[in-house]
């Protein structure tokens, strides 16, 4: 059964030069560009087989240097469920190398958004219902805030390791990871060294964080749950030397030292 996106790559515009040697189900290229609908342009060394069947289409790519849309990739792939802020990704600007299949393929290289730039090494497979991946990112003043729509939040920077990863929508994403994140923009304050050691599993983050920054040290343990309206925050942690001040949290000299247990609901009006 063909996909619907797929089938754009046959109906629609595309141009092709450069060398190419080989069959028609199983060639090589030297310094090949690709063009889709204008759409999506490619430029790389490349091995491929199976280019007259999408579902066993497999290529192995060198040198390779794209530029897209993440609007347009949802439109080639709209059987892929993705989370709608891939939108916010816009441009897409990707130097690197790719190996395998359409849907399950490893991919290493730099990668430049609108919102950010990262530098990726990934394995991702689309072929079932559930998306599975892992592999790294690091983040280079990726703008955290803008795309999870959270204005108090800037960008981010660090080292994030995905160990085991489904999905990719709030709703429905399980993903045991750890990160090492360099500096991170929060309420106008830019915190450095921070740890995270855990899972997140549709809307709920179980696991560890910790901070050592010069004006705060935090060490947390607990789980943080956001899949109903109310969020619920059910962790243990010690704080040390955390000037509220110099963290824009208060407008007054005030140091805190203390060990918290909580167990609560937020509402907009209170804390149960």
Known sequence: MKKKGLEKLQRGKI?????????VNDFKTDNIELS??????????????????????????NNLKLNTTSSFIQELFPEIKLSDRFQKFGNLDFNGSFFGFIREFNTKGVLKTDIGKADIDLYMNFKNKDIKYYGQLLLNDFKLGEFIDQKNVGSIGGKIFVLNGTNLTPETINSDF??????????????????????????????????NDINFDLKLNG???YQQSVPVFNFKARISEADMKALKLYDRELFVNSDVELDILVTKQRIL
């Not at 141009?15 to 069959?23: C, I, R």
């Not at 609908?37 to 280019?51: E, W």
């Not at 994140?181 to 179980?206: C, H, M, P, Q, W």
């Open 223 to 225: 789980k943080i749950d």
């Open 178 to 211: 750890n990160a090492q994140i360099d500096s991170v923009e929060f309420n106008k304050y830019t915190y450095r060294n921070v740890k995270i050691d855990g899972i997140l599993k549709a809307k709920t983050f179980i696991g560890e964080l910790a901070v």
């Open 15 to 23: 141009s092709l030069n450069g060398k190419v040697s080989g069959l």
């Open 36 to 61: 889709i609908q204008d759409q999506l342009v490619l430029s790389s060394d490349i091995q491929c087989k199976n280019l007259t069947d999408p579902e066993l289409l497999f290529f192995n790519v």
